[in-house]
């Protein structure tokens, strides 16, 4: 059966993105210098061979153990979930050929069509909750696994209803000392993982967690 | 020169202590199940020989690796500094032979004679704030080390005057959804660190940072 999974970057004291990163000040990387945090923060995956050639950034970038595991990640999703906020940045910054090459899930409150993108991305705008969205995602994704994508509160919605099996995340040294929290708002009857793997390289530990037997 | 180094457990969701985990509700683990989330969170640590000892758990208990690294975090410690609720839980749980074995900084507005231990731990009341107490320990420790020892609120004063060289954090794999979270009330201008080892076990992974240079 089909997995749901989370594979993000997280600052050391807890944040998916530092203050600052959101649309109003999307231009303007100095606002609380959340443009240089931010590549700190994915500084080990910017410089991937496999995320470069994804994100049409250019060719070259490292190959090994890391790279690897990107493409595992991209080749295991047969769909994804996101949020508004995240798919707004994103409307703004993919290429044309948006990087995920599935269909994916946006929650959001807007009515819009599906956008359909070159190299096999569409979107999908889905107006009736997270449930609604995963059971959508399920269908799609077949033998293949369902990434949630993020923003936080997405990831938290999720953790709330009990609908995540995996939880990967690249634990990158810097501070951040505000922005947006993974882990909050989770309720009392929250889920329990236990340690699936680690990989620690110089810019980021690679933490792997599967949910509690 | 002495490092200024702390060592602490952390939930996968940023907290050093479940809430509830505090001198209201002490003899209540039940409350809000705060003893089960703090035996889960140190679980790793209750079952090493060392520890065991230190703490007159009884004889017995895990050898290997992550009992050395637990000696030799005492054994480098030549003075240590706490919060004064800290201290309060402390004083009800330790044994007569308190498990520092060094002199003891308590940041306190309360005015108190130095209280000595047998086994060479005496805590000295400091009302002056964690600058002074930092040079006594200093003083104190000589070619040897300084652990802050915690809790979260003393840690961020640290952090806050950038006092801290390395961070040793043990990242267990328990979400409390509440608590006293460890990195928060940081300033703008706050230090930044850089991975330097992690040791992975089953019950914790082991995360070592040195201040980036």
Known sequence: MSKVFVNIGLSL??????????IEHWENPDY???G????TLMGWILKQQYFRENLQFGSGGETGTVNDMLRHTMERSGAGIM??????????SWPE????HTP????THEQREPWV????TTFFFVNDGPERALELARK?????????SGGANVIQQYLNIDAIDELEIALAPILFGSGRRLFENLHEAMPQFQIDKVLNTPDATHLSYVRAS
Request: charged share 35%; net charge neutral.
């Open 13 to 22: 004291d807890g944040y998916m993105a530092p203050e600052g990163m959101d």
């Open 32 to 34: 609380k210098n959340w």
């Open 36 to 39: 240089a945090k931010w590549g």
């Open 83 to 92: 949020g508004k906020r995240m798919f707004d940045a994103g409307e703004r």
């Open 97 to 100: 050929e948006a990087p995920f």
């Open 104 to 107: 994916v899930y946006v929650l």
């Open 117 to 120: 993108r070159p190299g096999g």
């Open 140 to 148: 799609a994704a077949g033998d293949r696994d369902i990434r949630i």
